[in-house]
């Protein structure tokens, strides 16, 4: 392409970039109101950013009329799969800020780098979901992991937080520079950055030698850092346990699925073949059995997952376990190869999203009015405080798979794309299934210390929970039963989302 | 024989092993982050080498600036939650960063 | 003579990369990050990269390592008696490093790489910079949102109270 | 390559030889270009320790070294102590290397190398005539904001070697200067790198050539003028000259990062600050006042007045430096500060918004 032709792309390109754009605005607009702003805990800030983050979430519903389109010089692309992922972001950023609203732990400190670093974040997020060229990708990472990191020290008088956001700092830097030197040996094989171009080099050729396996062994690392899967899931715990409460619910949920869109693109787009539309045949690029690789760690980060879950004592950790064991259930979809279990996998992320960011919100509830995050102090919880017993009844049996949950549905559909798939991949099921039993047995202490222990005599009192926590306990407790009785709308959202631009 | 391609490939490669030891052995934070920009180094340097050696144009010269660059934003940041660390601490050894575990 | 160059960069990048690694002191390392940095620019130099290789030393060396260099001297006491860093887990790491070594030396012998015979020394910088405004342009911009989040965060974690 | 042009002929002759390769020819001709770059930076130094302590005499009334003097019978007339500076140089490196028990010895020893090695480097590149940049690279101005980094890593070895807290809190203090005071120098220098539209130091010489009125002190006014004041400025707080010298506040931190250095090795980091002195003339005459070129156009512009023009330029920037050197008061470190960031920088962003709006409005 030439100059101006590239040049003039760009600007077309400016049209299908609008909710970046905006978002963008809104970051600088919460630097400037931060400064104008005299006091540390203006509520404007919040405020601002929800109204951002609205707007943001209309422009991108209305990107839906514009169609798929690569844009600025194929370094990103707008399609229905990307739409669907920025509308989850968008869901999780919101809910984080009014989760934050509330929180205790955040009472108190300066609310103006908050909200920038996270709309930041959220800018990065939709990166990460539309990018299709190496450069980008690297680069979208690189800005929600530094982001991440500060919000992870955000308590940064707190030891624990400081500890987490060193960990959680050096372990990110330690996976990027993995990443990276994997980019660097594909970007040799195939000479190109563009992920399609290596897609289709790649086709082009029959053998690729130990050279290809060793760079996509690299580039998992930086995407397993990410999704947090085993094992590169080391930061994880500690960050969950360490990170301010509203903190720990958006990473699990949005840097997560944003490892996850970043994670199929790029596999199914530049280590895959065929594919488009269900009828051509689908298939892995020779020389890297990618897709057994991937069912392997998923296998092994469900299971380390849900183990070590079953021995912690603090419910941030165990929540972080489980959350590492959600990662596991998930990948299961990616390695399928088929529509069906993308589809499974962006479905089970949305899910995923109510019933964890539901739990985390319990949690925060009951830093509050228990002032402990310990498991064996929720004891008799049911007779203190029912409503968030209650609620958080509900989320533990949608994190189980229980019915008549949403999360019953969501693993239904993960292991019905397994099954479909063919034989090879039975034993994927068959690990997952067994990884669901496991689970079952420490969600339900959680459950048995709330509502068939006593708590300690010292504290029978009965614990105020405000309106304001309800309402938004409702929000995710609600959804969770609907969608578990009559999931059809967002399935087929879902359904019709899967379809992201295969070839230039 | 004359300096090629595969020269500058092994001495990434020898750069990256030795940030990888770097990383895996020592127990000081600042430490594992000079190991962390050894790793950073080598993968720059298959980057510039293939822009030169394969018919790749630019790109990979365009890469390695913009690793460096973000290179320097998680260095700071890093080094940022380091001293605040110490603050807390008054060590920046990884193990003794221990509150954190189970 | 570019291949002399070469050697001799390379045992340089390699030597002090190894100092900084083998080293018991902080401050040690961080001067063998010094010449390892140096070194790679050379590298870099001989690689007709000159503007990647200027930057590399600004960014590095006058960046990253003049960081590295404060947060080390602040966080040990002035007198400099707890500068040691202690290594862990030495044997188990060195035969993963070994490890990993040959199955690189491998992929890279083994493998055809594209090479195209090119001599020409051309100027960079120019051309650089019309792709930072053209086909890099949204990565450039993304890098500049990433500073700004950086700083922000940076300042923020750094400042008292 | 480093080549130094000048030398040219040097080198022919020396390639006629039929048992010299080309590799040979190459690597005598660095070494050659090396050694004349140390001479002339040792010299110019010499020379400007020199003029300080005249013109500091000057400004404070009195008279200044007087008494050092040869037996040559032709120098010997001149007068006015002009050996002083030999003497004082010998002196230097006569004097005992006393290296502090508790110091770092290797890093202690290696620190001035650092310093002295990175000024050197740096004047690899500098252009005294159209014909004769020792090493003409394509990024030239970017080299030079590059190369000071290993200044300042120097001096925080320095400091840190000498195992003292008032050399490390003297290093702390310059590397934090030089840090801050890079911002605003960097930006000024891309206002010219963008009204020149090259890193070339060469080019941007090249442009301003054709007499006083084209030098780019004067063009976009008034943002590059702007722009010079602001490097100006900003390069009197790196060299840790007055009224910026905190790092070597006496009464603070007696004498900073080098208060345990002597000798030979106090005699590298005397050389490097006086070296990098002229340096920074250089630079700025270069960036801002025409360097080579002749203020009349083409008149007086040959090769020989070419140096001559570098030269003029040069010691006129550094007499003003001397200048404010020995009538301004120290400021306080947190009016440092201030200044770079809240001033300089600022403005700085101000000069270069200015002129890139400029450039296309008239386009």
């Given at each position: 392409m030439d100059f101006s032709a590239v040049v003039q792309d760009n600007i077309n390109s400016l049209l299908y970039f609008v909710p970046e754009l905006i978002l963008t605005g809104l970051i600088l607009l919460l630097v400037v109101a931060d400064l104008l702003l005299k006091e540390k805990h203006s509520p404007w800030m919040s405020i601002i950013a929800l109204a951002g983050a609205v707007v943001v979430m209309f422009s991108v519903v209305g990107q839906y009329e514009l169609g798929t389109r690569s844009i600025f010089n194929n370094m990103l692309v707008v399609d229905p799969f990307s739409l669907y992922f920025k509308l989850l972001f968008l869901a999780s950023a919101i809910m984080v800020v009014f989760l934050s609203i509330g929180s205790i732990e955040l009472a108190g400190r300066p609310v103006g780098e908050y909200f920038t670093l996270l709309m930041t974040l959220t800018l990065g997020m939709f990166l990460m979901a539309s990018a299709t060229n190496m450069l980008t990708i690297f680069v979208s990472i690189e800005l929600v992991s530094i982001m991440s990191f500060v919000l992870a020290t955000y308590l940064k008088t707190r030891r624990r937080s400081s500890e987490a956001g060193l960990k959680y700092a050096i372990y990110g830097a330690f996976s990027s520079g993995l990443m990276l030197y994997g980019i660097s040996l594909l970007y040799g094989l195939t000479g190109t950055l563009n992920i399609y171009e290596i897609g289709e080099v790649l086709a082009g050729r029959d053998s690729h030698g130990l050279a290809l396996v060793v760079s996509v062994i690299f580039i998992i690392a930086g995407f397993g850092y990410k999704?947090?899967?085993?094992?590169?899931?080391?930061?994880?715990?500690?960050?969950?346990?360490?990170?301010?409460?509203?903190?720990?619910?958006?990473?699990?949920?949005?840097?997560?699925?944003?490892?996850?869109?970043?994670?199929?693109?790029?596999?199914?787009?530049?280590?895959?073949?065929?594919?488009?539309?269900?009828?051509?045949?689908?298939?892995?690029?020779?020389?890297?059995?990618?897709?057994?690789?991937?069912?392997?760690?998923?296998?092994?980060?469900?299971?380390?997952?849900?183990?070590?879950?079953?021995?912690?004592?603090?419910?941030?950790?165990?929540?972080?376990?489980?959350?590492?064991?959600?990662a596991g259930y998930a990948l299961m979809g990616v390695v399928l190869l088929s529509e069906q279990g993308i589809h499974a996998t962006m479905f089970y992320l949305v899910i995923y999203y109510m019933m964890n960011l539901g739990a985390f919100l319990v949690v925060i509830i009951c830093q509050d009015i228990v002032g402990s995050e310990r498991i064996e102090d929720y004891r008799g919880l049911a007779f203190r405080a029912p409503i968030p017993a209650l609620a958080m009844g509900v989320f533990l049996f949608s994190l189980t798979g229980l019915p008549p949950t949403a999360g019953f549905i969501g693993k239904f559909y993960l292991f019905a794309g397994v099954i479909k798939a063919g034989t090879s991949f039975y034993w994927l099921a068959i690990v997952g299934l067994l990884n669901s039993v496991v689970a079952l047995y420490y969600y339900a202490r959680i459950l048995k210390a709330m509502f068939f222990e006593k708590a300690g005599e010292e504290a029978t009192s009965t614990l105020p929970v405000s309106p304001y926590y309800v309402t938004l306990l409702a929000v995710f407790a609600v959804p969770i039963i609907i969608l578990g009785l009559y999931w059809a709308p967002l399935a087929d959202l879902a359904h019709h989302s899967v379809g992201f631009l295969r070839a230039l | 024989m004359s300096v090629g391609l595969n020269h500058y490939l092994f001495l990434a490669a020898v750069l990256f092993v030795l940030g990888l030891y770097a990383v895996i052995t020592k127990k000081n934070a600042v430490t594992v982050l000079m190991g962390i920009e050894l790793i950073l180094n080598a993968a720059n340097i298959n980057f510039v080498a293939f822009s030169r050696y394969t018919d790749t144009d630019m790109d990979g010269q365009v890469f390695a600036i913009f690793v460096i660059v973000t290179a320097a934003a998680a260095a700071a940041v890093a080094l940022a939650i380091v001293l605040n660390l110490y603050e807390r601490l008054k060590s920046i050894n990884l193990d003794e960063a221990d509150s954190l575990s189970g | 003579m570019q291949d002399i160059m070469f050697y001799m960069f390379a045992a340089l990048t390699i030597a002090s990369a190894g100092v900084m690694v083998f080293s018991r002191s902080v401050i040690y390392s961080a001067v063998g990050l010094l010449f390892t940095f140096f070194g790679v620019a050379g590298i870099y130099v001989l690689l007709a990269a000159d503007f990647v290789a200027v930057a590399q030393v600004m960014i590095y060396v006058g960046g990253i390592l003049v960081l590295l260099l404060f947060g080390v001297m602040l966080s040990q006491r002035v007198t400099g008696v707890n500068m040691r860093t202690e290594t862990l887990q030495t044997v188990p790491a060195a035969i993963v490093a070994v490890g990993v070594l040959f199955i690189l030396f491998r992929v890279i012998s083994k493998t055809e790489w594209l090479v195209k015979a090119k001599t020409t020394f051309e100027p960079t910088t120019a051309k650089l910079g019309t792709l930072l405004m053209t086909d890099y342009l949204i990565p450039f911009e993304i890098v500049s949102v990433l500073l700004l989040g950086a700083l922000i965060g940076a300042a923020f974690i750094a400042r008292k109270g | 390559m480093p080549v130094l042009s000048a030398n040219h002929a040097v080198i022919n002759a020396l390639s006629i030889l039929p048992t010299f390769s080309e590799t040979l020819t190459n690597v005598l001709f660095m070494v050659l270009g090396a050694?004349?770059?140390?001479?002339?930076?040792?010299?110019?130094?010499?020379?400007?320790?020199?003029?300080?302590?005249?013109?500091?005499?000057?400004?404070?009334?009195?008279?200044?070294?007087?008494?050092?003097?040869?037996?040559?019978?032709?120098?010997?007339?001149?007068?006015?102590?002009?050996?002083?500076?030999?003497?004082?140089?010998?002196?230097?490196?006569?004097?005992?290397?006393?290296?502090?028990?508790?110091?770092?010895?290797?890093?202690?020893?290696?620190?001035?190398?650092?310093?002295?090695?990175?000024?050197?480097?740096?004047?690899?590149?500098?252009?005294?005539?159209?014909?004769?940049?020792?090493?003409?690279?394509?990024?030239?101005?970017?080299?030079?904001?590059?190369?000071?980094?290993?200044?300042?890593?120097?001096?925080?070895?320095?400091?840190?070697?000498?195992?003292?807290?008032?050399?490390?809190?003297?290093?702390?203090?310059?590397?934090?200067?030089?840090?801050?005071?890079?911002?605003?120098?960097?930006?000024?220098?891309?206002?010219?790198?963008?009204?020149?539209?090259?890193?070339?130091?060469?080019?941007?010489?090249?442009?301003?050539?054709?007499?006083?009125?084209?030098?780019?002190?004067?063009?976009?006014?008034?943002?590059?003028?702007?722009?010079?004041?602001?490097?100006?400025?900003?390069?009197?707080?790196?060299?840790?000259?007055?009224?910026?010298?905190?790092?070597?506040?006496?009464?603070?931190?007696?004498?900073?990062?080098?208060?345990?250095?002597?000798?030979?090795?106090?005699?590298?980091?005397?050389?490097?600050?006086?070296?990098?002195?002229?340096?920074?003339?250089?630079?700025?005459?270069?960036?801002?006042?025409?360097?080579?070129?002749?203020?009349?156009?083409?008149?007086?512009?040959?090769?020989?007045?070419?140096?001559?023009?570098?030269?003029?330029?040069?010691?006129?920037?550094?007499?003003?430096?001397?200048?404010?050197?020995?009538?301004?008061?120290?400021?306080?470190?947190?009016?440092?500060?201030?200044?770079?960031?809240?001033?300089?920088?600022?403005?700085?962003?101000?000069?270069?918004?200015g002129v890139g709006l400029w450039m296309i409005l008239i386009q």
């Amino acid at each position: 392409m030439d100059f101006s032709a590239v040049v003039q792309d760009n600007i077309n390109s400016l049209l299908y970039f609008v909710p970046e754009l905006i978002l963008t605005g809104l970051i600088l607009l919460l630097v400037v109101a931060d400064l104008l702003l005299k006091e540390k805990h203006s509520p404007w800030m919040s405020i601002i950013a929800l109204a951002g983050a609205v707007v943001v979430m209309f422009s991108v519903v209305g990107q839906y009329e514009l169609g798929t389109r690569s844009i600025f010089n194929n370094m990103l692309v707008v399609d229905p799969f990307s739409l669907y992922f920025k509308l989850l972001f968008l869901a999780s950023a919101i809910m984080v800020v009014f989760l934050s609203i509330g929180s205790i732990e955040l009472a108190g400190r300066p609310v103006g780098e908050y909200f920038t670093l996270l709309m930041t974040l959220t800018l990065g997020m939709f990166l990460m979901a539309s990018a299709t060229n190496m450069l980008t990708i690297f680069v979208s990472i690189e800005l929600v992991s530094i982001m991440s990191f500060v919000l992870a020290t955000y308590l940064k008088t707190r030891r624990r937080s400081s500890e987490a956001g060193l960990k959680y700092a050096i372990y990110g830097a330690f996976s990027s520079g993995l990443m990276l030197y994997g980019i660097s040996l594909l970007y040799g094989l195939t000479g190109t950055l563009n992920i399609y171009e290596i897609g289709e080099v790649l086709a082009g050729r029959d053998s690729h030698g130990l050279a290809l396996v060793v760079s996509v062994i690299f580039i998992i690392a930086g995407f397993g850092y990410k999704i947090a899967s085993v094992p590169f899931h080391f930061w994880s715990p500690d960050v969950y346990e360490g990170a301010p409460t509203p903190i720990t619910a958006f990473l699990s949920v949005g840097p997560k699925a944003a490892g996850f869109a970043m994670l199929i693109r790029f596999f199914n787009v530049a280590l895959a073949t065929g594919g488009g539309g269900g009828s051509e045949s689908w298939s892995a690029t020779a020389g890297v059995d990618w897709p057994q690789l991937l069912a392997v760690i998923s296998a092994a980060t469900m299971t380390l997952g849900n183990l070590v879950a079953l021995s912690q004592t603090n419910i941030k950790r165990l929540l972080a376990y489980s959350s590492i064991a959600h990662a596991g259930y998930a990948l299961m979809g990616v390695v399928l190869l088929s529509e069906q279990g993308i589809h499974a996998t962006m479905f089970y992320l949305v899910i995923y999203y109510m019933m964890n960011l539901g739990a985390f919100l319990v949690v925060i509830i009951c830093q509050d009015i228990v002032g402990s995050e310990r498991i064996e102090d929720y004891r008799g919880l049911a007779f203190r405080a029912p409503i968030p017993a209650l609620a958080m009844g509900v989320f533990l049996f949608s994190l189980t798979g229980l019915p008549p949950t949403a999360g019953f549905i969501g693993k239904f559909y993960l292991f019905a794309g397994v099954i479909k798939a063919g034989t090879s991949f039975y034993w994927l099921a068959i690990v997952g299934l067994l990884n669901s039993v496991v689970a079952l047995y420490y969600y339900a202490r959680i459950l048995k210390a709330m509502f068939f222990e006593k708590a300690g005599e010292e504290a029978t009192s009965t614990l105020p929970v405000s309106p304001y926590y309800v309402t938004l306990l409702a929000v995710f407790a609600v959804p969770i039963i609907i969608l578990g009785l009559y999931w059809a709308p967002l399935a087929d959202l879902a359904h019709h989302s899967v379809g992201f631009l295969r070839a230039l | 024989m004359s300096v090629g391609l595969n020269h500058y490939l092994f001495l990434a490669a020898v750069l990256f092993v030795l940030g990888l030891y770097a990383v895996i052995t020592k127990k000081n934070a600042v430490t594992v982050l000079m190991g962390i920009e050894l790793i950073l180094n080598a993968a720059n340097i298959n980057f510039v080498a293939f822009s030169r050696y394969t018919d790749t144009d630019m790109d990979g010269q365009v890469f390695a600036i913009f690793v460096i660059v973000t290179a320097a934003a998680a260095a700071a940041v890093a080094l940022a939650i380091v001293l605040n660390l110490y603050e807390r601490l008054k060590s920046i050894n990884l193990d003794e960063a221990d509150s954190l575990s189970g | 003579m570019q291949d002399i160059m070469f050697y001799m960069f390379a045992a340089l990048t390699i030597a002090s990369a190894g100092v900084m690694v083998f080293s018991r002191s902080v401050i040690y390392s961080a001067v063998g990050l010094l010449f390892t940095f140096f070194g790679v620019a050379g590298i870099y130099v001989l690689l007709a990269a000159d503007f990647v290789a200027v930057a590399q030393v600004m960014i590095y060396v006058g960046g990253i390592l003049v960081l590295l260099l404060f947060g080390v001297m602040l966080s040990q006491r002035v007198t400099g008696v707890n500068m040691r860093t202690e290594t862990l887990q030495t044997v188990p790491a060195a035969i993963v490093a070994v490890g990993v070594l040959f199955i690189l030396f491998r992929v890279i012998s083994k493998t055809e790489w594209l090479v195209k015979a090119k001599t020409t020394f051309e100027p960079t910088t120019a051309k650089l910079g019309t792709l930072l405004m053209t086909d890099y342009l949204i990565p450039f911009e993304i890098v500049s949102v990433l500073l700004l989040g950086a700083l922000i965060g940076a300042a923020f974690i750094a400042r008292k109270g | 390559m480093p080549v130094l042009s000048a030398n040219h002929a040097v080198i022919n002759a020396l390639s006629i030889l039929p048992t010299f390769s080309e590799t040979l020819t190459n690597v005598l001709f660095m070494v050659l270009g090396a050694v004349i770059i140390t001479g002339l930076a040792a010299l110019l130094a010499l020379v400007s320790v020199y003029l300080e302590r005249k013109v500091s005499a000057h400004m404070q009334d009195r008279l200044g070294p007087m008494e050092v003097n040869t037996e040559i019978p032709i120098l010997k007339n001149i007068g006015h102590g002009w050996a002083q500076t030999l003497a004082d140089a010998f002196k230097l490196l006569l004097k005992e290397d006393i290296v502090p028990a508790a110091a770092d010895k290797k890093l202690h020893l290696l620190a001035p190398f650092i310093v002295f090695a990175a000024t050197l480097a740096a004047f690899a590149v500098l252009p005294f005539g159209r014909n004769l940049i020792p090493s003409d690279l394509n990024v030239g101005v970017f080299y030079l904001i590059a190369i000071s980094s290993f200044v300042v890593v120097g001096i925080i070895l320095a400091g840190w070697a000498s195992n003292n807290k008032w050399s490390l809190l003297g290093a702390m203090r310059s590397a934090a200067q030089i840090v801050s005071f890079e911002i605003p120098a960097s930006v000024s220098v891309l206002v010219v790198i963008m009204a020149v539209g090259s890193l070339n130091l060469g080019e941007i010489v090249e442009f301003q050539e054709g007499g006083i009125h084209r030098w780019l002190i004067w063009r976009f006014f008034p943002f590059n003028l702007l722009a010079f004041f602001i490097f100006f400025v900003a390069s009197l707080a790196e060299l840790n000259r007055a009224p910026f010298d905190l790092p070597e506040a006496e009464s603070e931190i007696i004498a900073g990062f080098h208060t345990e250095y002597s000798g030979m090795k106090f005699a590298m980091f005397f050389l490097a600050e006086y070296a990098n002195m002229f340096l920074v003339g250089v630079i700025i005459s270069t960036l801002f006042l025409g360097g080579w070129s002749s203020p009349f156009g083409s008149f007086l512009n040959s090769a020989p007045f070419q140096v001559f023009w570098v030269f003029v330029k040069s010691f006129a920037i550094i007499f003003v430096h001397m200048w404010l050197r020995w009538t301004l008061p120290r400021v306080r470190v947190d009016q440092l500060m201030y200044t770079s960031w809240k001033v300089l920088t600022p403005f700085a962003f101000v000069s270069m918004l200015g002129v890139g709006l400029w450039m296309i409005l008239i386009q």
